[in-house]
């Protein structure tokens, strides 16, 4: 990206599509988040498909599956990548986002497509062969569906995007990595629009047991409570599904077509805070140096913004390497800011983690709300530990009901195992 990035043509979010544990769709999950609604279940082995054939039930298995309609579990024309649902949430975001932008047109050399994944589809491909041993036409369908790159190539054959087709995978930074790409193909005049957004549908036994392993996830016997970011009871996340596409449109490009602007997408930073495979920097010298160079980038200061969205998984080292960061930009100084993290609602959709929280903030700004952080009852006073004097401004940037608020400027943060770090600056139109 430019070292200035209003060097570039400004980029406008003008379309939302959203496929969350709490919503089929984006104001069915925009009104639960305000409403301060949890997706956190047990699950139930026998209703979750073939990846989950001869699972046993005899344990507490829980998490947040995305709510699909009918009609979302279909192929959307795009059999080819089988019924993955990671693709099928994908078409039906970018429909909606679609929808939303006011854009029917397709097949314009000047669109392109940004859609990552954490991972490949792993609920069809896999067990089928495990279970019918199909090497036929099925079988090869299936096994389209299990690349990274098949909801970006699903959606750009269905909507004829003839621009690049990408697909990031920066773990659960993925999301918001590739808005960041999708806004630098605008900016350097490759693209008028992009469809941009990330996908995931991790909810498979296995990946479930590796999370286990590693220790991030919440041992809560109540799913609803499980995930608690920036509380001093959290304990780890519950995984979820869901999708969100934007569309990234260029100033020049909206305006021409009369176009409706949710939010300028103002600046994004992407870099490597590596410290291990699936630990965090919690010296926080990643994501401080990507919120300095994001604010440098787009001529704006700590102070001047008005909400964070947090990447808040309610795990001990992301929650401090999130608030070490703030504390670091801050030198001493006060932030008189609100802050919101969506885990506590949604679970944590990894790879669709952070383009789902994108759309949501831009949510926020539409409607000028700041919405509530589930489960957050007791904010964390270690995660203040070196700074005690600011322990009251952050637990008192948190709400927890939705609270109407004129905000202008929003940053999101997103981090991932293996070490990519994001941050991105969102600023309400006009």
């Avoid at 990846?51 to 344990?59: E, F, L, S, T």
């Avoid at 690049?164 to 490759?190: M, N, Q, Y």
């Avoid at 919120?291 to 998984?313: P, R």
């Avoid at 539409?366 to 322990?391: G, I, K, M, S, Y």
Wanted: hydrophobic share 40%; proline share 6%.
């Amino acid at each position: 990206m430019n070292p200035t990035d209003s060097a570039g043509e400004p980029v406008l979010i003008t379309g939302i599509g959203i496929v969350s544990p709490l919503g089929p769709t984006r104001e069915t999950t925009w009104q639960a988040i305000l409403a301060g609604e949890r997706a956190g279940q047990q699950l139930d082995p026998g209703t979750l498909g073939l990846a989950w054939q001869g699972v046993r039930n005899d344990r507490l298995w829980q998490g947040c599956p995305a709510r699909r309609t009918s009609h979302q579990t279909d192929p959307c024309g795009t059999e080819s990548f089988g019924y993955e649902p990671f693709v099928t949430d994908a078409l039906t975001a970018a429909r909606e986002a679609l929808a939303h932008a006011g854009l029917s047109e397709s097949g314009h050399e000047r669109w392109g497509c940004v859609i990552g994944a954490s991972k490949g589809g792993l609920h069809e491909a896999i067990p089928h062969w495990m279970h019918t041993h199909d090497w036929g036409p099925s079988g090869s369908f299936r096994w389209l569906g299990t690349w990274p790159n098949a909801p970006a190539a699903a959606v750009a054959q269905n909507w004829g995007v003839e621009g690049p087709v990408l697909a990031p995978g920066a773990a659960c930074a993925t999301g918001l990595v590739s808005l960041i790409r999708g806004a630098e193909l605008i900016r350097a005049r490759v693209c008028d629009v992009v469809l941009a957004g990330s996908t995931d549908a991790s909810l498979q036994p296995a990946l479930l047991g590796c999370y286990h392993r590693m220790g991030v996830m919440s041992r809560s016997s109540d799913p609803l409570a499980a995930c608690k970011p920036f509380d001093r009871d959290r304990d780890g996340f519950l995984v979820g599904e869901g999708a969100a596409i934007l569309v990234l449109e260029s100033q020049s490009h909206a305006t021409r077509r009369g176009a409706t602007a949710w939010a300028e997408f103002v600046a994004g930073r992407s870099l490597s805070g590596a410290s291990g495979m699936t630990s965090l920097d919690e010296s926080a010298e990643g994501l401080t140096r990507a919120i300095h160079d994001l604010l440098m980038a787009s001529g704006s200061s700590i102070e001047a913004i008005d909400l964070i969205n947090w990447h808040g998984t309610g795990t001990r080292q992301n929650d401090r390497t999130e608030i070490t960061a703030l504390l670091s930009c801050l030198t001493g100084r006060s932030w008189s800011g609100h802050s919101c993290a969506f885990k506590g609602a949604l679970g944590h959709l990894m790879g669709g983690a952070g383009s789902v929280e994108t759309a949501l903030c831009v949510l926020a700004l539409r409607d000028q709300v700041v919405p509530p952080t589930a489960n957050l009852a007791h904010f964390d006073p270690e995660l203040a530990a070196a700074e005690p004097h600011q322990l009251l401004n952050l637990a008192a940037s948190f709400v927890h009901h939705a609270q109407p608020q004129s905000i202008r400027t929003v940053m999101k943060t997103s981090l991932g195992f293996g070490g990519p770090v994001a941050t991105a600056l969102l600023r309400r139109p006009g």
